[in-house]
């Protein structure tokens, strides 16, 4: 099974302040899913990337997925209270129906 | 349309006690995912199916059961509730799986096995 990392676990941060959170694993993606939870939601897809060095904006969002494709990142610019939330990365396997997530970092934007 | 929907969204259960939790959806997907989530631990699949009568195990089934009778209902059956068990459920489902393919889930379900 790949096991992803995802670090920070907490963040918590002031309006208007820029922060990166990662995604890491020991294996290769075949692709990468971000996703954002907000409290006592489920899960919403953000962004998928496929293709290692794959740059992608939603807004103020900035994902980014490693030339190697074991690692992604994502950027929020001028963080906003409306961020607050749980951003969990997730594996797409190559073969198969199951997908891993890793643990989530918890973001809190503060006014 | 209501995408996933999921009931009870909370309840409290014995040790011993059985209870099934309901999920639908509506957007005609073969897809459907069961998984449950810990804090700080992320999301673990406990079953999923590929379509109507065809299920299989995830990372954690032990203490689970699921059918898939029709495309729009995953039920999860919990048989001898343990407090192991107490965590929040969520189902999902996908279209026909591709090289990308999104998981559109439920509001989950808070279980708290006492």
């Known amino acids: 099974t790949q096991l992803l990392e995802q670090s920070p676990q907490f963040l918590s941060i002031q309006e208007g302040e820029n922060l990166t959170v990662y995604c890491n694993s020991s294996?290769?993606?075949?692709?990468l899913q971000w996703y954002r939870q907000e409290p006592g939601e489920g899960p919403v897809l953000l962004v998928t990337?496929?293709?290692?060095?794959e740059v992608k904006k939603l807004k103020r969002l900035t994902f980014q997925f490693g030339d190697a494709r074991k690692d992604s990142s994502l950027h929020i610019t001028a963080a906003q209270p409306g961020d607050t939330g749980l951003y969990l990365c997730a594996s797409e396997p190559l073969y198969g129906q199951n997908f891993v997530f890793g643990p989530g970092t918890r973001l809190s934007v503060l006014p | 349309n209501a995408g996933v929907t999921q009931t009870p969204k909370f309840r409290i259960l014995k040790i011993g006690q059985s209870m099934t939790l309901q999920c639908t959806q509506d957007m005609n997907h073969n897809y459907m995912y069961w998984y449950r989530q810990d804090p700080g631990m992320g999301l673990k699949l406990i079953y999923y199916?590929?379509?109507?009568?065809?299920?299989d195990k995830g990372e954690v089934p032990n203490g689970y059961n699921v059918s898939r009778s029709t495309t729009e209902d995953f039920p999860l059956r919990l048989e001898l509730a343990a407090p192991s068990q107490t965590s929040v459920y969520f189902c999902?489902?996908?279209?026909?799986?591709?090289?990308?393919?999104?998981?559109?889930f439920g509001p989950g379900t808070r279980l708290t096995v006492t």
């Open positions: 990337v496929v293709t290692g060095g």
């Open positions: 199916s590929v379509g109507a009568g065809i299920t």
């Open positions: 294996s290769v993606f075949s692709s």
């Open positions: 999902a489902s996908s279209a026909m799986p591709g090289q990308t393919y999104e998981q559109y």
